[in-house]
Each structure stands twice: as structure tokens, then as C-alpha cells.
């Protein structure tokens, strides 16, 4: 059985979690349902090029900047 773990509400949770790319009105551009234990930035990875079509701005939560991260979205 594969676990998650909530931050903000303090417990584990099981299975699966949805990740979804937005646009800054917050219409839903894409969305992947992952393994719980997946990290989020491998999600983030299969998600963008689904969501990006080119030429769009890219903002998101400083917990995926990184250096793999960077060089794998260019």
C-alpha cells in the first residue's frame, strides 16, 4: 500500500494524490493522478508538458526549484 503524508493536516492519507496545472485566471490546464509516495517534482515533470503548449510563464512553489528541475524544463 502506498502512503502520503499531509503537512497541513498532520496525518497520513492513502493511495493517491491529484496534481493539477493551472492557469493565473485558475482554469485547470492539465491533471495527473499520482502515487501518493511519488514525489511531487517527477509529477511536476510529466505535468508541465502536458499543460505547456510554448510561450507560457512558469510559476510555481519554491519546493520544485532546483538545479534538475530547471535543466529538465528547458
Do not use: N
Request: glycine share 6%; proline share 5%.
Amino acid at each position: 500500500m502506498r502512503l502520503g503524508y499531509c503537512r497541513s493536516h498532520s496525518r497520513w492519507f492513502w493511495r493517491m494524490r491529484l496534481h493539477l496545472a493551472c492557469a493565473p485566471d485558475g482554469t485547470p490546464r492539465a491533471a495527473i493522478l499520482a502515487p501518493a509516495d511519488q514525489k511531487e517534482r517527477e509529477v511536476a515533470l510529466r505535468l508541465l508538458p502536458i499543460a505547456l503548449h510554448g510561450g507560457e510563464a512558469l510559476v510555481c512553489d519554491k519546493g520544485y526549484a532546483c538545479r534538475d528541475f530547471r535543466a529538465a524544463r528547458r
